[in-house]
């Protein structure tokens, strides 16, 4: 079966403090795609990185890096240096690209992150 | 660009009514998902249309759902007599291709609300 398991459900951090968001993911096939989304508060989902189950380099934008570890079924999120508008539902998704499956993602539960100044 | 719109933003109906959500996709994107997100959780699947046919219809709850793209842009997502549990927001996202490789983009969602 496939499932993503966002085990932290809040977090509260003070502005400009590091945070790490812990995604672990199950899933029986070798070809699959990793996908964090943020939810502000207005409710739009807004696609942050796609990882392809290929490739395990980490990677960084800005305050923003990925800790993609197929070993641990992990794929983490950190974001250093938060600030307020940080503030939001982050969601950790997992894809596959076989049969009937075309495409749908499978989300976590999120983990709400607030940021206080 | 303009981005996945939905309409209605917010829709209030009584129990056993008929509804329709619609979607428009961004232009030029062949493959339309509807999910579904209840308060504090994730997004659970639908429906995915790749052009005008539904390949994947696995995640609709019940034969009170249906989903159609008659001419591979927008989508309408019917619900018939709506219950008190189908109160959720409904999510529509699209990409430029089916499959897992590609990113999807949402919409704001439509909020429903069964009385």
């Known amino acids: 079966a496939q499932k993503v398991t966002q085990a932290q459900t809040e977090i509260s951090v003070v502005e400009k403090e590091d945070v790490t968001l812990d995604c672990v993911y199950e899933t029986r096939d070798t070809t699959y795609y990793l996908f964090w989304y943020k939810q502000p508060p207005s409710g739009e989902l807004v696609f942050l990185i796609r990882?392809?189950?290929?490739?395990?380099q980490n990677e960084i934008s800005g305050r923003y890096s990925w800790n993609f570890q197929k070993s641990t079924s992990s794929f983490n999120f950190t974001i250093t240096a938060s600030q307020v508008v940080d503030s939001a539902v982050y969601f950790c998704a997992l894809n596959m690209n076989y049969g009937g499956s075309q495409g749908n993602l499978i989300f976590g539960k999120g983990t709400k992150l607030s940021v206080k100044p | 660009g303009a981005g996945v719109s939905q309409t209605p933003s917010n829709k209030v109906t009584e129990k056993g009514k008929y509804v329709e959500l619609r979607c428009d996709p961004i232009?030029?994107?062949?493959?339309l998902y509807w999910y579904r997100q209840s308060l504090g959780q994730g997004p659970e699947f639908l429906i995915y249309?790749?052009?005008?046919?539904?390949a994947d219809d696995s995640g609709l709850p019940n034969d009170r759902f249906f989903a159609v793209r008659p001419e591979g842009s927008v989508s309408t997502l019917k619900i018939q007599r709506t219950e008190r549990g189908d109160s959720a927001v409904y999510l529509c996202?699209?990409?430029?291709w089916g499959g897992g490789r590609n990113e999807q983009f949402f919409g704001p969602g439509t909020r429903l609300t069964v009385l």
């Open positions: 996202a699209s990409s430029f």
């Open positions: 990882r392809n189950s290929f490739d395990e």
């Open positions: 232009s030029g994107h062949t493959a």
């Open positions: 249309f790749q052009g005008t046919g539904a």
